[in-house]
């Protein structure tokens, strides 16, 4: 036993130096702006790379998307705590209950391409909820640019802690819903992947926590590894350095506590790679849509695995 401690604690304080030096679970999302600002190929090339694949929406084509959507979507309030957050629902079109999952947006607000991405889970057959954790902060309805603008100063003034408890309100209302099986995943991206790990590790042996799948965020630290024992599913650009290299030393910690994380590095795909499959140009781009090819099926083949 006493051999045992001394592999996992050496283990984590890998990880631990891992995450002193490339980033923490404040993800400042650096690099996602190089990722996302060149030039869009044309509508008639993402619609055939996007739909024919069932991909998520990039973020240039999140509001199209949503527009022609056949599916259901509505605004809730859903009580957390002493107070309330604002999210956004979307219902699968099935005849027999579906599973939940929970959305954790990027450091830039309860986007579009968020909605976007909760409409691609319903359409794939969960019930798909994303709550806005930056309710009473921020104007709800914005548009992409004014969240993109406003949301990353105004999310480092968020409590970890009032975070969770909206996540666990927001799971609550959603598998109550009479047409919610009793159980859920969670899903982040960027600094919401991150909350998604963390969240993980905040709901430690709930067996209604199925399942999470972390997009290029930052892992936990190491003293809150133990605690996560839902499967773990990470998701991570090959030239996103500050992110990807923190993988290794949560994998050796995760495998020493025998817990599930499997993940993939994609080559050359950029940090926040599934938001800017179609708006890069060259290689870049490229990169960024093979990965999101690959990744997207993967987190579905995930959530179904471990939910259904």
């Known amino acids: 036993m006493t051999h045992i401690r001394l592999t996992f604690l050496a283990l984590a304080a890998v990880a631990v130096a891992a995450c002193a030096k490339h980033g923490n679970a404040a993800d400042d999302h650096s690099g996602h702006e190089s990722a996302s600002a060149q030039s869009p190929v044309s509508s008639a090339q993402r619609d055939s790379m996007q739909e024919a694949a069932d991909l998520p929406a990039g973020g240039a084509d999140a509001q199209a998307r949503l527009a022609k959507s056949p599916r259901h979507g509505e605004w809730v309030i859903v009580k957390a705590g002493s107070d309330s957050v604002r999210a956004w629902v979307v219902y699968p079109q099935v005849s027999t209950k579906a599973p939940v999952v929970v959305i954790v947006h990027e450091i830039f607000g309860l986007s579009n391409w968020v909605r ?38 105004l999310i480092s003034t968020l409590d970890p802690a009032a975070v969770q408890r909206d996540l666990d309100a927001v799971a609550r209302y959603a598998m109550a819903l009479p047409a919610a099986e009793r159980k859920y995943g969670i899903v982040g991206f960027c600094w919401g992947g991150g909350v998604s790990f963390a969240h993980a590790a905040h709901a430690g042996t709930s067996p209604e926590l199925g399942a999470a799948v972390v997009y290029y965020g930052v892992p936990p630290k190491p003293d809150q590894l133990p605690n996560v024992h839902a499967p773990v599913l990470g998701l991570y650009g090959g030239t996103d350095a500050r992110i990807a290299l923190t993988v290794p030393g949560t994998d050796s910690v995760m495998k020493a506590l025998g817990r599930t994380y499997e993940h993939t590095i994609f080559p ?12 890069t140009d060259g290689s870049i781009m490229k990169a960024n849509l093979d990965a999101t090819r690959q990744a997207w099926p993967a987190t579905i083949a995930w959530f179904r695995k471990y939910l259904k």
């Open 116 to 153: 976007a991405v909760a409409d691609q889970l319903a359409a794939d057959g969960f019930i798909a909820i994303a709550p806005d954790l930056l309710t009473g902060k921020i104007a709800p309805n914005l548009d992409d640019s004014t969240l993109k603008a406003q949301g990353p100063a």
């Open 268 to 279: 050359g795909a950029a940090h926040g790679f599934l938001r800017a499959q179609t708006q």
